[in-house]
């Protein structure tokens, strides 16, 4: 039985959001959140709160155990993007394109061997 987390729409680009979530994929959620605490950049903290939501759904829509659950699935997504306007010389525009991200956990528990 697997629980999910998701959050789309976010202005995190996806390339940095992806070496972040290749840190925690298939750990324990304890040594992820450990993990995540320790790391300076923008995404760690918003996988961290997705992930923790999974968790949280976990525990209380399926009744799971919080010290066997895992990362078994944590996908990172591009969104398109939105786009700006900034003016050049002479009448032009160049377009800057901020990238969007969308974030999809899932926790399962651990099986015993």
């Known amino acids: 039985m697997e629980a999910f987390a998701k959050l789309e729409h976010i202005r995190l680009s ?17 040594q992820a959140v450990a993990i995540l605490d320790s790391l300076p950049n923008r ?4 996988i961290k709160k997705v992930m923790l939501s999974a ?3 976990a ?3 399926f009744k799971m155990n919080r010290d066997t659950l895992y ?21 032009r525009a160049d ?6 991200s969308r974030i999809y956990i899932c926790v ?6």
């Not at 995404?43 to 918003?46: E, F, M």
């Not at 399962?108 to 061997?113: F, H, I, L, V």
């Open 14 to 30: 996806p390339f940095k959001t992806r070496l972040v979530a290749d840190l925690i994929r298939g750990k324990n959620i304890d």
């Open 43 to 46: 995404p760690a903290v918003t």
């Open 55 to 57: 968790a949280a759904n």
């Open 59 to 61: 525990e209380n829509n």
């Open 71 to 91: 990362v078994s699935k944590i996908l990172i997504d591009g969104q398109g993007g939105v786009k700006r306007v900034s003016p050049r010389g002479m009448g």
């Open 95 to 100: 377009i800057i394109r901020k990238p969007l």
């Open 108 to 113: 399962a528990e651990k099986e015993e061997a």
